[in-house]
């Protein structure tokens, strides 16, 4: 599915659709974000955490690579992932992310996917973010 954002809200809301969306299959998800710096990654996942009802302010874990946020009123979690920083996949084995991939009602959505596609479990869903111009975005939705 495309969308055309024309604002950071106008993402939000897209993210915050999928996110209860996501929410009604009662399961976890992996949600990849692809895009250049400053396309929209975090603003997307700001959106969507809101949805979930969470609280804390998203900012993207550079330098921390990950974080976790408890889902309210429920038992699962959400990750937020950033491979910006990552060389190449075997980086990312310290995180033991088969484990958490393997937790059945957690949501982890992972910034710079691309750098990761190695250890990506095969289902997925796909945010590839445009950038068109300074307020134009391109969100191109795949389930895998
Ligand atoms: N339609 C839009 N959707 C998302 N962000 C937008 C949009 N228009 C402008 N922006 C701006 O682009 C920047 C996106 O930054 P960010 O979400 O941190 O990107 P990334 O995580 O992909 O590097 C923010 O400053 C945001 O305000
Ligand atoms: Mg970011």
Redo the contacts with the bound molecule.
């Keep these: 599915m495309i969308f055309n954002?024309?604002?950071?809200?106008?993402?939000?809301k897209i993210a915050a659709d999928l996110a209860h969306k996501i929410i009604k299959t009662k399961k976890g998800a992996v949600v990849a974000?692809e895009?250049?710096?400053?396309?929209?990654?975090?603003?997307?996942?700001?959106g969507f955490a809101k949805a979930l009802g969470i609280k804390s302010k998203i900012k993207?874990p550079t330098f921390v690579l990950m974080k976790k946020y408890k889902v309210p009123g429920g038992t699962s979690n959400l990750y937020h992932l950033?491979c910006?920083r990552i060389g190449d996949h075997k980086d990312l084995k310290i995180l033991e992310l088969k484990e958490i991939f393997s937790e059945s009602h957690d949501i982890i959505l992972i910034?710079w996917a691309e750098r990761a596609k190695e250890i990506l479990p095969k289902k997925h869903v796909t945010i590839h973010?445009d950038?068109i111009d300074?307020?134009?975005?391109k969100l191109l939705i795949t389930n895998d």
């Design positions: 954002s024309h604002s950071p809200k106008e993402t939000q974000l895009g250049e710096l400053g396309a929209g990654k975090t603003t997307f996942i700001q993207s950033d910006y910034e973010i950038h300074k307020k134009t975005r």
